[in-house]
């Protein structure tokens, strides 16, 4: 049978408002998300044996990171959706993972992971049920169903409730320090669990500019206690902002990456090779937002 692959982009939070907290100990959260052209890369495929258990196999710059043997969402998403087909047609898979994006870096990595492993498998079992993609991410992690979308939208409750919205392409540079950090560590270290919700998003969001000036009325509520946990943060801040064409920069998510928005892709890339040269040890990605299909299910594609 084919292999299909699928697309895991980037997943940035432009702004992430943490408004409360459930009796669970779970987050509520406003977020302002869209996603960038550079991605992993996910393929599944049926193995060429029978009885064998499902399988992934890893590569890319950042395929070392990965514990070798450990759990990987790309495997999990695959088989999530696998629950949804008929006893009949579960073949051993084998699921193939480039890695390009860094891990545990606040980009949503593991996550759009497992959202493109749902996609390449459920073109490669013949299922078109968007219900059963939705129920497979949802067991995964709250940031797991808008990574199935991969446009702009804004995310609510503990990331579950989805909203599309309209946002311009625009570019983008991708700062990452090479520092894991953890996300439950950054949420412990929160001051204030009750914060205010993101302000209204205006109509005329139709440029760069616009974008940076709203996001300047917004905040990522957990840049502070990521920064508390690791302070080359506010050194990855300090560079993007200091880059000629810089409309604005931010932490994405629980970090440590940072993005900033340029004027051009000229200014982006030329930020980029400035900060590679003084940080050649830092991932630095210069890159453009994608505004994403009408339906995610177009995304995946015969390998």
Same mark, same amino acid.
């Given at each position: 049978?084919?292999?299909?692959?699928?697309?895991?982009?980037?997943?940035?939070?432009?702004?992430?408002?943490?408004?409360?907290?459930?009796?669970?100990?779970?987050?509520?959260?406003?977020?302002?998300?869209?996603?960038?052209?550079?991605?992993?890369?996910?393929?599944?495929?049926?193995?060429?044996?029978?009885?064998?258990?499902?399988?992934?196999?890893?590569?890319?710059?950042?395929?070392?990171?990965?514990?070798?043997?450990?759990?990987?969402?790309?495997?999990?998403?695959?088989?999530?959706?696998?629950?949804?087909?008929?006893?009949?047609?579960?073949?051993?898979?084998?699921?193939?993972?480039?890695?390009?994006?860094?891990?545990?870096?606040?980009?949503?990595?593991?996550?759009?992971?497992?959202?493109?492993?749902?996609?390449?498998?459920? %073109?490669?079992?013949?299922?078109?049920?968007?219900?059963?993609?939705?129920?497979?991410?949802?067991?995964?992690?709250?940031?797991?169903?808008?990574?199935?979308?991969?446009?702009?939208?804004?995310?609510?409750?503990?990331?579950?409730?989805?909203?599309?919205?309209?946002?311009?392409?625009?570019?983008?540079?991708?700062?990452?320090?090479?520092?894991?950090?953890?996300?439950?560590?950054?949420?412990?270290?929160?001051?204030?669990?009750?914060?205010?919700?993101?302000?209204?998003?205006?109509?005329?969001?139709?440029?760069?500019?616009?974008?940076?000036?709203?996001?300047?009325?917004?905040?990522?509520?957990?840049?502070?206690?990521? %920064?508390?946990?690791?302070?080359?943060?506010?050194?990855?801040?300090?560079?993007?902002?200091?880059?000629?064409?810089?409309?604005?920069? %931010?932490?994405?998510?629980?970090?440590?990456?940072?993005?900033?928005?340029?004027?051009?892709?000229?200014?982006?890339?030329?930020?980029?090779?400035?900060?590679?040269?003084?940080?050649?040890?830092?991932?630095?990605?210069?890159?453009?937002?994608?505004?994403?299909?009408?339906?995610?299910?177009? %995304?995946?594609?015969?390998?």
């Amino acid at each position: 049978m084919p292999a299909f692959a699928c697309k895991a982009h980037a997943k940035i939070n432009l702004a992430l408002h943490v408004t409360g907290q459930r009796p669970d100990g779970y987050h509520l959260i406003e977020s302002l998300v869209t996603f960038a052209e550079v991605h992993d890369l996910v393929t599944v495929a049926t193995a060429k044996q029978r009885g064998v258990a499902n399988s992934i196999e890893i590569s890319g710059p950042f395929a070392e990171a990965l514990e070798p043997g450990g759990s990987n969402l790309a495997l999990e998403g695959a088989s999530a959706i696998l629950e949804h087909v008929p006893a009949a047609w579960r073949p051993p898979l084998v699921v193939g993972l480039e890695k390009n994006l860094p891990v545990a870096s606040g980009i949503g990595g593991g996550s759009s992971d497992a959202a493109a492993a749902i996609l390449a498998t459920a %073109r490669l079992a013949g299922i078109d049920n968007r219900q059963a993609m939705q129920d497979a991410a949802q067991g995964l992690g709250a940031d797991v169903p808008m990574c199935l979308h991969s446009r702009p939208l804004v995310a609510r409750g503990i990331g579950e409730i989805i909203e599309s919205v309209n946002l311009p392409e625009f570019d983008l540079l991708l700062v990452n320090p090479g520092v894991a950090v953890s996300t439950p560590q950054v949420f412990r270290a929160l001051q204030s669990r009750e914060n205010p919700p993101l302000p209204p998003i205006p109509d005329d969001l139709d440029d760069a500019i616009r974008v940076a000036r709203y996001l300047a009325e917004c905040a990522n509520h957990l840049e502070e206690p990521a %920064r508390s946990l690791s302070p080359v943060i506010g050194d990855v801040l300090d560079a993007l902002r200091s880059q000629p064409g810089t409309l604005f920069a %931010r932490m994405s998510g629980s970090g440590a990456t940072c993005f900033a928005i340029h004027e051009s892709a000229e200014s982006c890339h030329a930020a980029g090779e400035a900060i590679q040269k003084a940080h050649p040890h830092w991932w630095v990605s210069a890159s453009r937002t994608i505004r994403g299909p009408d339906d995610y299910r177009e %995304r995946s594609w015969q390998a």
